[in-house]
């Protein structure tokens, strides 16, 4: 059996802050800190993660787009793109292979604007309100479908 592809972990922007931008509604974890989490779930499943963040959406669609051979999930947190961006929905569309959404808060409980995301009618799973740690949910969720994906051959 041949070694899985990478995750892929993007963050959108302003996700660079992290740790020091508005604490109280996203914590005090750095993204630095989110790297360390979810390669450390991956490994636990045998599987690496390729963390990136830009604050520019053609870099990310880019590197959704290199997702379709390069990678075997995306863990997407869009950050505002989440509610502005149909580039990266559509982007996202066209990469097969499976897709988790994750916002560190809970953007129903925010501002109106939030509550819609493009993001979420492409994505497998969304996850939102769990703080850091719904990256490393996100990353379980993965390994999981990339397992039952090998599995199937």
């Known amino acids: 059996m041949s070694t899985?592809?990478?995750l892929l972990v993007l963050n959108g922007?302003?996700?660079n802050l992290l740790g020091t931008r508005e604490p109280e509604t996203y914590g005090t974890q750095t993204l630095d800190d989110?790297?360390?989490?979810?390669?450390e779930r991956a490994?636990?499943?045998g599987?690496?993660?390729d963390v990136r963040q830009s604050n520019h959406e053609g870099e990310l669609i880019d590197w959704i787009q290199e997702a379709r051979t390069a990678h075997s999930g995306i863990l997407i947190n869009p950050a505002a793109y989440s509610h502005t961006s149909v580039a990266i929905r559509d982007a996202l569309a066209a990469v097969d292979v499976?897709?988790?959404e994750v916002h560190i808060s809970n953007i129903h409980r925010r501002e109106e604007f939030r509550h819609h995301s493009y993001v979420s009618a492409v994505a497998d799973a969304v996850i939102a309100g769990a703080g850091?740690?719904?990256y490393a949910l996100g990353v379980e969720w993965l390994a999981r479908r990339v397992q039952r994906r090998s599995a199937q051959g």
């Open 4 to 6: 899985p592809l990478p």
């Open 13 to 15: 922007p302003n996700l």
């Open 34 to 39: 989110v790297r360390a989490l979810t390669q």
């Open 43 to 45: 490994a636990e499943h």
């Open 47 to 49: 599987l690496t993660v």
């Open 98 to 100: 499976p897709i988790v």
């Open 132 to 134: 850091v740690d719904g």
